[in-house]
């Protein structure tokens, strides 16, 4: 079993949009509880890969498995979410109008598929895991305030924990400490870290000092593939990586 110890193992994956190679020849592993940042210049295939593992694109050949025994490619978008891949886009999707609590509820109901949510009352799991995710994205204090009072970095937290509410056992983050202060990217950091080990995680990020604190393993993308893996030290210190960020 080659995909042992694996939460997510992509082998030779290609899409092409209209003839250009957008993703050409992706090999990608990441381990259980792993935090692994995805770094690489405009257009490496960022995006498109985590379209591909979200099920928004479909490749044209390659593998991706999600564990040892669920091929992604037999599912589509609204499956690989409920099998337990979660999401997160650059701009926070929050609603506004909504309290904080509110937003969490409404996250927990969306994927247990609930209907008739005026009837909709948490139990006693539910109210624990809940108060744990508030904890855990630091809004403990936030609770019944409406999401449009938050502040940015509040509102990026808030949808993590909208995340978290659907127990997904991987989190694709785009950009997540983009638009932060000093502050929220370091308390970010401190969520992240906690996040680790519970759940895998793949962060795209462009800011170097994020990734300094929070990462073990980081993969470059370049033109469609990976160009280099290491720390965060190597991958700096490799010259194909310090050329295609100096400019080719
Ligand atoms: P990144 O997120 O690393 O900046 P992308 O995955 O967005 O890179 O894009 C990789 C390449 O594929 C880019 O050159 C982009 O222009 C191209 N591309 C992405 N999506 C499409 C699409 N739907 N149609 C045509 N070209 C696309």
């Known amino acids: 079993d080659t995909t042992h110890g694996r939460i997510l193992y992509l082998e030779d994956v290609h899409v092409s949009f209209d003839g250009f190679k957008a993703i050409n020849g992706l090999n990608l592993d990441i381990a259980p509880g792993e935090l692994r940042c995805i770094i690489g210049p405009n257009g490496a295939g960022k995006t498109t890969m985590m379209d591909i593992i979200t099920g928004k694109t479909r490749p044209d050949s390659g593998t991706v498995f999600f564990g040892s025994t669920i091929d992604l490619l037999r599912h589509n978008e609204p499956q690989i979410a409920q099998l337990g ?8 999707t929050v609603f506004e109008q909504l309290t904080v609590f509110e937003n969490l509820e409404l996250a927990l109901k969306t994927h247990k598929g609930v209907k008739h949510s005026m009837f909709f009352r948490l139990d006693s799991t539910q109210s624990d895991r809940l108060a744990e995710v508030l904890h855990t994205i630091h809004l403990a204090g936030s609770v019944h305030r409406m999401a ?9 937290w808030l949808e993590i924990g909208m995340l978290l509410m659907q127990d997904p056992k991987l989190l694709l983050l785009d950009e997540p400490v983009a638009g932060m202060t000093d502050d929220e990217t370091a308390r970010t950091a401190e969520l992240f870290l906690r996040l680790k080990g519970q759940h895998s995680l793949m962060v795209v990020e462009h800011d170097m000092s994020f990734i300094a604190t929070i990462s ?4 470059v993308l370049c033109d469609g593939s990976v160009l280099a893996e290491g720390t965060l030290a190597q991958v700096q210190a490799d010259e194909r990586v310090i050329e295609v960020y100096l400019g080719r």
């Open 85 to 92: 891949i979660g999401r997160k886009f650059q701009k926070p």
């Open 148 to 156: 449009g009072e938050l502040s940015h970095g509040q509102k990026q």
């Open 216 to 219: 073990e393993k980081v993969t």
